[in-house]
């Protein structure tokens, strides 16, 4: 069993920066870490997902602005968002994928365990 327990989430005004954090507790050897967000009345989207060798999957539409990262030695799973616009308003969700399925942003969208959720509010 996987917990994830989300924070920082919030209100921003465009251009701003947010950095989102996971607390994970439970076994994570063998599962994947990652994000994806949802926004009202629209569907899932994977944002990005760090894979078993370290590297990471990032959504077309946050590349170059958000950037996951992990602290193994706190449990935690950060995802840095910079350059914030309103397209990114949403509710985002840590996430663990079994890893018997492939490393990628389309998958972390239906992961095996998923976080409460935290959201995040850009204004124009």
């Known amino acids: 069993q996987v917990q994830l327990v989300e924070s920082g989430g919030g209100s921003v005004q465009a251009g701003g920066s947010l950095t989102l954090s996971c607390l994970t507790s439970?076994?994570?050897?063998?599962?994947?870490l990652g994000w994806f967000r949802q926004a009202p009345g629209k569907g899932r989207e994977g944002v990005a997902v760090?894979?078993?060798?370290?590297?990471?999957r990032n959504a077309a539409s946050v590349k170059g602005r958000f950037t996951i990262s992990k602290d193994n030695s706190k449990n935690t799973l950060y995802l840095q968002m910079n350059t914030l616009s309103p397209e990114d308003t949403a509710m985002y969700y840590c996430?663990?994928?079994?890893?018997?399925?492939?490393?990628?942003?389309?998958?972390?969208?239906?992961?095996?365990?998923r976080g409460q959720g935290t959201q995040v509010t850009v204004s124009s």
């Open positions: 760090i894979c078993s060798d370290g590297s990471t």
């Open positions: 996430a663990a994928l079994a890893a018997r399925f492939a490393c990628s942003t389309t998958n972390i969208q239906y992961p095996t365990y």
């Open positions: 439970g076994n994570t050897d063998n599962y994947y």
